[in-house]
């Protein structure tokens, strides 16, 4: 059974580039989150989703950064015109329900460096 | 104010040391509590859940008190390999939950 699947685990963009981060949730868990932990900051929640469905996206920039779980596939954190500041660890996570008294599972992240 | 508050540390202690880490909350609607481990370029991995009876895993020991709305962990006889990054993290409730994580307590144990 395998966990929560991130790739690439380590993305490289000149400035103004795309990246897109990709995030395919434990097995049966239809919950996925995306968060983001800046160098020495913590995790800090960028959006909740289940398929289709973008569920809370309160922790988006509101610009360049959009997020999709489709029907089919992975979920994809997507960011437009990249900037040094996007320079972190992505993780997502992914439960089999809200999350209410359940714990999360995450993935191993992905380090995006911005050059 | 964070919504989840924690010492950063580092807490440098030795082996065999027993060693507390504090958090705090804001949110008094928080739902459900957690220790998360990270170690250096990891992922978070959950410890383990709290609960307001206090809970026990091996040498963790985990107490919430919803009325200081504090949360607790404790280490006994700290060996090497528990020298990582101990995350608060609270389930801040609501129609679309989320995970909220403290910065993190960073622990050294030491020969």
């Known amino acids: 059974n395998a966990g929560v699947m991130q790739n690439p685990r380590h993305l490289v963009r000149r400035r103004g580039q795309e990246a897109r981060l990709r995030c395919s949730p434990m097995?049966?868990?239809?919950?996925v989150y995306w968060y983001r932990q800046l160098p020495e900051e913590g995790l800090k929640f960028m959006v909740y989703?289940?398929?289709?469905?973008?569920?809370?996206e309160s922790g988006m920039p509101k610009e360049r950064f959009s997020a999709e779980f489709p029907k089919e596939g992975p979920s994809i954190l997507r960011i437009q015109q990249v900037v040094r500041g996007d320079s972190a660890a992505y993780f997502c996570?992914?439960?089999?329900?809200?999350?209410?008294?359940?714990?999360?599972?995450f993935g191993q992240g992905t380090r995006l460096t911005v050059v | 104010r964070k919504e989840v508050e924690q010492d950063p540390g580092p807490f440098n202690v030795p082996e065999g040391a027993t060693v507390a880490f504090n958090c705090t909350y804001s949110?008094?609607?928080?739902?459900?509590f957690f220790w998360y481990r990270q170690d250096c370029r990891k992922e978070p991995k959950l410890l383990m859940s709290?609960?307001?009876s206090g809970n026990e895993d091996g040498r963790f020991t985990a107490q919430l008190n919803r009325a200081s709305q504090y949360i607790s962990l404790l280490i006994r006889d700290s060996k090497l390999s528990d020298s990582a990054t101990y995350l608060c993290?609270?389930?801040?409730?609501?129609?679309?939950?989320?995970?909220?994580f403290g910065t993190g307590t960073r622990l050294q144990v030491t020969l």
């Open positions: 709290v609960y307001s």
């Open positions: 996570a992914s439960s089999p329900s809200r999350q209410g008294g359940l714990e999360a599972f």
């Open positions: 989703l289940q398929k289709e469905n973008i569920i809370d």
């Open positions: 949110n008094s609607a928080s739902q459900s």
């Open positions: 097995k049966g868990h239809s919950h």
């Open positions: 993290v609270v389930n801040s409730g609501g129609t679309a939950s989320k995970l909220t």
